[in-house]
């Protein structure tokens, strides 16, 4: 291994560590995630000029600040609202016979906003949730962004 290499490593190690200590659960996740994924993308673009490894490591290093950012912003977006009914426990109360009426007080209750887009929607509607759960959950985003 060249010695551009394994200084492209270590900055890249240094890189990806940096910080780990304070970020919150989902910025450490997209981080990995944004690193590993930019990565592969930046190796197969790079590979195509002949700079396979300088791709992987632009492609890893801006992945990994893309992830850690949408991730931070997941996790403060929990901290202010602790109380925040996730997707999957709406999904797991409509599964289990909660009438929608129920889980319309629970989005309110918890103080719930959602930004849902046309998978999350989709998904929704996969899992059972009701059309009507579902335009609640969109207004609360809308009644949020005025």
């Known amino acids: 291994m060249d010695k551009k290499k394994k200084i492209i490593g270590l900055v890249l190690i240094i ?3 940096a910080g780990c200590a304070s970020m919150g659960e989902k910025a450490k ?3 990995a995630t944004g690193a590993a994924v930019g990565g ?17 490591a632009i492609g890893a290093a801006t992945g990994a600040i893309a992830g850690g950012l949408i991730g ?11 109380n925040h009914l996730r ?12 009438p929608d009426s129920y889980l ?11 930004y849902l887009n046309s998978e999350l929607i989709a998904y929704l509607r996969k899992e059972g949730v ?7 959950m969109i207004s609360t985003g809308y009644k949020k962004s005025k």
Request: no cysteine.
């Open 87 to 98: 997707l999957t426990e709406i999904v797991d109360m409509s599964t289990k016979g909660f």
């Open 29 to 31: 996740t997209g981080t």
């Open 130 to 136: 009701s059309d009507k759960v579902i335009d609640y």
């Open 15 to 17: 890189f990806m560590t």
């Open 72 to 82: 931070d912003k997941m996790d403060k977006a929990r901290r202010r609202n602790p």
């Open 104 to 114: 319309i007080d629970e989005i309110k209750r918890t103080d719930s906003v959602y």
């Open 40 to 56: 592969l993308a930046g190796g197969i673009i790079g590979h195509q000029s002949g700079e396979g490894l300088a791709g992987a």
